[in-house]
């Protein structure tokens, strides 16, 4: 009797979300709102660069001992790190598990053609694999040094982001990648507003010109660094 209770015992609620495809497309929209708060924040950070070494190099520091004295240093950059890799663990299964839910549910092809999707959308997987790749790229280059083109300086950011900037292949990588995030936050923006609730007919225009407006400025605001380095604005 005891195994058949357990056996019966209903999923718990959070199983069941994940388990549906509502639940699925909800995670994937929180998760992608929380990537975008953060990517907002660090545009801004970047930016500080203009302002020259010491302002740029007093907000990598401020990164490390804000918190405190509450926290302890690094605590505060480790809580933003581990909310980030769970949005972004989170967002990518997600997204995974209903590529592959929704091929099986359409096994072979339409007989007529669905009706041309805009460049964002039909890129949306191959982006969202360029920008995981350049996620591990962009740790290894600038946050563990492991990968960097110079001699890697701990606590000196500045340098290290001139050293990156200064090859053409950092510009490449980095250029190629931010060009992928526009095109997915255009898309993903509105797509994230309609599965949480907050698309209406009405509001459709003002949705998609807030989701292009921000995929524009966070695209030319992280754009301007690589392209300040190469033309020397910024040495």
């Known amino acids: 009797m005891a195994l058949a209770t357990r056996t019966d015992r209903r999923p718990s609620m959070t199983r069941t979300l994940w388990d549906s495809t509502v639940g699925k497309k909800a995670i ?6 929380v990537m ?5 924040a660090h545009m801004i950070g970047n930016l500080k660069i203009f302002f020259g070494t010491d302002e740029f190099n007093g907000y990598a520091h401020w990164l490390r001992v804000m918190g405190e004295p509450v926290l302890h240093y690094e605590w505060g950059l480790w809580i933003v790190r581990v909310v980030l890799v ?30 041309r999707a805009s460049y964002a959308t039909r890129t949306m997987r191959y982006g969202g694999v360029i920008l995981g790749l350049f996620i591990v790229w962009h740790i290894l280059d600038l946050t563990t040094g492991t ?22 292949y950092g510009n490449v990588i980095y250029i190629v990648a931010m060009l992928a995030l526009g095109l997915h936050i255009q898309h993903g923006f509105w797509s994230a507003a309609q599965t949480l609730g907050a698309g209406r007919a009405s509001r459709d ?6 989701g292009n407006v921000l995929a524009l400025v966070l695209t030319v605001g992280f754009i301007s660094v690589p ?4 033309t020397g604005v910024v040495s």
């Open 28 to 33: 994937m929209a929180v998760s992608g709102l």
């Open 36 to 40: 975008l708060l953060y990517l907002v």
């Open 86 to 115: 769970a949005a972004v663990v989170l967002h990518a299964v997600s997204a995974y598990q209903l590529s592959r839910r929704d091929l099986r549910a359409r096994p072979t092809k339409y007989v007529h053609k669905r009706p």
């Open 147 to 168: 990968v960097h083109s110079g001699g890697f300086q701990s606590g000196h950011p500045y340098q290290n982001v001139i050293d990156t900037f200064s090859t053409w």
């Open 205 to 210: 225009r003002v949705l998609k010109t807030l």
């Open 227 to 230: 392209v300040a380095v190469m």
